[in-house]
């Protein structure tokens, strides 16, 4: 049962970010003063709204699973969506988290109040169109990152008088068999349902490809009812299982992102496949010419088994502008159609909700003034109090689990809000001089990496900053964020909280001096021993001197 009067948490989706950060609430905190508001009704987020035909993970779930729920029933090492969103639901009634959320509720607004320290937020009911007004002390931002469609940028596009959707917006019910159907993009979610929906030889699929992409031999399989019983059975299997995932991945990420010469290699290897595998009449495209890592990887889930069919072909001659009746290419040639997809991925560079910080400004604005996303540690925003991010700039990687780096960042606003939830903070706002210097720092890796070799929605407007990308190894986004460094936030009605942590810093210091100079004393001499008695006692008052100092944060 939540405490009125403990500091109230206002949670902006319910999808897994916002799922991971309610359920380590509870489990670290026992927590319950929160509420989630979540558009749809229902949990999971991308994985409830993508239901494209092969919708599914391309990281094993071993490892695209919680570290505190692990689960041996997982039937495939890369499961389609229908089974990952049932994995949510079950956590969230598992959890009792279900009483926190408010379904069919879009947040509007949230502007925070420097004098009371709390956002003042607007929510529509969605069902009704009615609005009403609350209040946080920590408003908790998990919109997600594949969150908003983004449409292509094409000449007339709602001039085409045929059904259109988005691939993330997947229309049931328009019928595809018997009609000549475009699919423009070739991302991941294209390699996905392109073989699914050309295996009718009545759908006459066309798709309009830009850029080729690297393409992995496929690696799914399904678990055999002997691997599931040894996961549910044998103590440890699971959690080792998980750990040679983890560790596959950082090898991943060394021998992409990190190294030359292996990435050369592999290079090669991707290479030959691709040619191998695809019909020759489209060799002179399909394989790209950029750097391996520059985009994102994909898996090949029988796509280039799929090029053969004589219902499906590649068009690479570009799109000039879309008619009423079908495309015209930039060659001039226009050809018809009936239904129209777009694959054409998200837009991740916008920040989708109205979130006013203490100096008025939004998040989308401060985006705007930095030339792009940019975070702290990508979890918090100066001149926004109290307001944490999972899943914000810089925090994704082409290479492990965006489940991982989930539960790494909760992990630090769990012990960030502990001070604020235990009423001895009223707000943290991250210094500009502390996110500066972070990004500074992360950006003079990504001017070095694989990153910027390429156009991709890894950069802002494809071109620009690399702003959704972490430059490192997992072990290294979970150094940095294994604990808060206090100095670089501002702390507001934090007198009392300070002057304990100055005192605990003094007690460690002492602490760790004193066994210093006993460990001295035992190797060292009479000789010597004056001295660092002499030294010890000097610490020590400079140490005094330091309880009456004021902390900087």
């Known amino acids: 049962m939540a405490n009125p009067s403990t500091p109230r948490i206002a949670v902006i989706g319910a999808g897994p970010g916002g799922l991971t950060f309610a359920i380590a609430l509870k489990r670290q905190l026992g927590y319950e003063n929160f509420i989630m508001y979540e558009k749809a009704s229902d949990v999971g987020g991308t994985w409830r709204d993508n239901i494209y035909p092969g919708c599914a993970s391309d990281v094993p779930m071993h490892w695209f699973s919680l570290s505190t729920d692990l689960n041996p029933n997982w039937t495939s090492t890369h499961c389609d969506s229908d089974e990952i969103q049932r994995y949510w639901k079950q956590l969230s009634i598992k959890y009792a988290i279900e009483s926190h959320i408010a379904y069919n509720h879009l947040v509007h607004s949230a502007t925070w109040d420097a ?13 009704t169109g009615t609005k009403s007004s609350t209040s946080a002390n920590i408003l908790i931002s998990a919109v997600g990152i594949l969150e908003v469609p983004r449409p292509p940028d094409i000449p007339g596009v709602k001039d085409f008088a045929g059904d ?18 475009a699919v423009i993009g070739n991302g991941a979610s294209a390699t ?26 496929p690696i799914r399989a399904n678990y055999s009812s002997r691997a599931m019983w040894i996961f549910r059975n044998i103590p440890f299997a699971m959690r080792l299982y998980r750990w040679w995932l983890f560790l596959r991945s950082e090898i991943f990420y060394y021998w992409i992102f990190r190294n030359g010469w292996t990435r050369g290699r592999l290079t090669k290897t991707l290479r030959n496949y691709i ?85 008025g400004m939004t998040v989308q604005g401060y985006y705007d003034s930095q030339k792009g996303p940019k975070a702290y540690l990508g979890t918090s925003v100066p001149g926004f109090p ?31 809000i502990k001070p604020i939830l235990n009423g001895d903070v009223s707000s943290f706002e991250v210094t500009n001089k502390a996110t500066d210097a972070y990004n500074d720092r992360i950006h003079k890796r990504l001017s ?22 972490f430059p490192g190894a997992s072990t290294r986004f979970w150094w940095w964020l294994r604990r808060p460094v206090w100095s670089h936030y501002i702390a ?58 004021v902390i900087n944060l």
């Open 386 to 416: 109290n307001l944490f991010m999972v899943s914000g700039p810089n925090t994704t990687t082409g290479h492990t689990s965006v489940i991982y780096t989930g539960e790494v960042q909760v992990d630090y606003i769990v012990k960030l």
């Open 192 to 217: 996905q349902f392109v073989p699914l929906i050309a295996s009718d030889p009545e759908v006459q699929v066309t798709q309009f490809c830009r850029t080729p992409n690297w393409l992995v031999p």
């Open 115 to 127: 004098a009371e320290q709390l956002y003042h937020i607007v929510v529509e009911d969605l069902k």
């Open 492 to 549: 507001v009605g934090a007198e009392r909280w300070e002057r304990r942590l100055r005192n605990q810093r003094i007690r460690r210091s002492l602490l760790f001096l004193a066994l210093l100079v006993a460990a001295s004393l035992r190797f060292f001499g009479p000789s010597r021993r004056g001295q660092l008695i002499s030294l010890y006692r000097s610490s020590l008052s400079q140490l005094s001197k330091a309880r009456s100092s």
């Open 448 to 469: 070095k990496s694989v990153f910027m070799s390429c156009l991709s929605w890894y950069r802002t407007g494809g071109d620009g900053r690399v702003t959704s990308i």
């Open 164 to 181: 259109v959707f988005h691939s993330a917006r997947w229309n049931n019910s328009v019928e595809l068999h018997g009609r000549k159907v």
């Open 275 to 359: 040619l191998a595998k695809a019909p020759e009449k489209h060799h002179k495209h399909i394989t790209p010419t950029y750097t391996l890592g520059c985009k994102r990887v994909i898996l090949d889930t029988n796509y280039t088994n799929t090029l053969h069919k004589p219902n499906m072909d590649i068009n690479w001659d570009g799109i000039d502008r879309i008619a009423e009746d079908g495309i015209i290419t930039k060659t001039g040639e226009k050809l018809a159609f009936d239904v129209m997809i777009f694959a054409t991925g998200f837009t991740v560079d916008k920040y989708p909700v109205d979130v006013r910080g203490s100096k």
